[in-house]
């Protein structure tokens, strides 16, 4: 099982690697009408600031469903991380794509969620900096799984893997969401607003499938962090 676990590994990392090239890919060549224009988006604007902080949101939600894709036994569960870790790689990748035509850093040099208007940013960053006295790897923007939670998560196995997968999953895509309905009603970019309007119908479909799928083990939801 150990063998066959070390040869699925580096297949699954290259499987990885090539989605994230297709991705950067679409997100540039599909969008580059945007670098012949001379109204990029500031650098403090809602545009770049989603683009920036969701790449890194999205990041960590694929390393858990890479971790869930590889390790799980369930194909409910298989299935869900494949879906998750495909779509938000492309997302990543348009994401980036922008930025890049924009001449934006890849993520945020000033911390995260400034671009969300006061009341919106503080009382999310409020809630993930709560946990920082009980783990000094405090999630970065809320939903975000500790440094704790992820070695938790890959070292689990069978039942408890899924579980803690659906839990952390679940609390992941309740974290971002705010930032995606922010960018949905205030970004300028067109393309911008029509992700975020995406991201949002296909992560609280993804919710209420795992909030479903949590109730079917008998397992609870956690508590956003």
């Known amino acids: 099982m150990a063998e066959l676990r070390s040869q699925r590994t580096p297949l699954l990392v290259l499987g990885l690697i090539a989605a994230i090239a297709v991705g950067f890919a679409i997100g540039v060549l599909a969008r580059l009408p945007l670098a012949d224009r001379d109204d990029a988006p500031a650098a403090d604007s809602v545009d770049v600031g989603f683009a920036q902080d ?23 569960i298989k299935n869900l991380a494949f879906d998750i870790l495909t779509t938000q790689q492309n997302q990543v990748g348009q994401m980036q794509g922008w930025l890049a035509l924009w001449n934006r850093p890849p993520t945020a040099t000033d911390g995260y969620m400034t671009w969300m208007d006061h009341d919106s940013s503080d009382q999310h960053m409020h809630d993930a900096d709560s946990t920082t006295g009980a783990d000094a790897a405090a999630p970065l923007m809320p939903g975000m799984a500790t440094t704790a939670d992820m070695s938790a998560l890959r070292q689990a196995r069978g039942p408890a893997l899924d579980t803690l997968f659906l839990q952390l999953m679940l609390r992941h895509h309740q974290g971002g969401l705010p930032m995606a309905e922010y960018a949905q009603q205030y970004a300028d970019q067109t393309v911008v607003r029509d992700l975020a309007g995406s991201m949002v119908r ?11 799928m949590l109730i079917a083990q008998g397992a609870q939801p956690l508590p956003m962090n």
């Open 54 to 76: 969701m790449s890194t949101h999205h990041n960590q939600a694929i390393d858990m469903a890479a971790v869930a894709l590889t390790e799980s036994t369930d194909q409910p």
């Open 202 to 212: 296909t992560q609280q479909s993804e919710a209420e499938l795992m909030t479903k």
